[in-house]
């Protein structure tokens, strides 16, 4: 099993910035890609970006693309979003995940361990 917890996240005006980070424990050397994702109240939960245990390749959200960078330290078992210009829709619940094998990285049904996620709220 891989345990994954989530911090970073708060209150924050339009146009700032937070750093995400997700502690990953556990089996950590049997996953491959790690992800964030997020979900709005009343919406499903949407793919933010990914990165492969490598570095490379990463992949974004056309609505985050410029904005957010995503970054993983393996030697700490560290996933980090860091998130400028934040906009009031970038308002979420915002999840770490992580999944074995490799292929499609957008869709969450892919990922076989979550964190609990953490709270990001942009006032305008």
């Known amino acids: 099993q891989v345990q994954l917890v989530e911090s970073g996240g708060g209150l924050v005006q339009t146009g700032g910035s937070l750093r995400l980070s997700c502690a990953a424990s556990?089996?950590?050397?049997?996953?491959?890609?790690m992800g964030w994702f997020r979900q709005a109240p009343g919406k499903e939960r949407e793919f933010v970006s990914t990165?492969?245990?490598?570095?490379?390749?990463?992949y974004y959200a056309d609505s985050v693309k410029g904005r957010f960078t995503i970054s993983r330290d393996n030697a700490r078992n560290t996933l980090y979003l860091q998130m400028n210009g934040l906009k009031p829709e970038d308002t979420a619940v915002y999840y770490c995940?992580?999944?074995?094998?490799?292929?499609?990285?957008?869709?969450?049904?892919?990922?076989?361990?979550w964190g609990q996620g953490t709270q990001v709220t942009v006032s305008s």
């Open positions: 995940a992580a999944k074995i094998y490799s292929g499609e990285v957008t869709i969450p049904q892919r990922y076989n361990y």
């Open positions: 556990g089996r950590t050397w049997s996953t491959n890609t």
């Open positions: 990165i492969t245990r490598s570095g490379s390749p990463t």
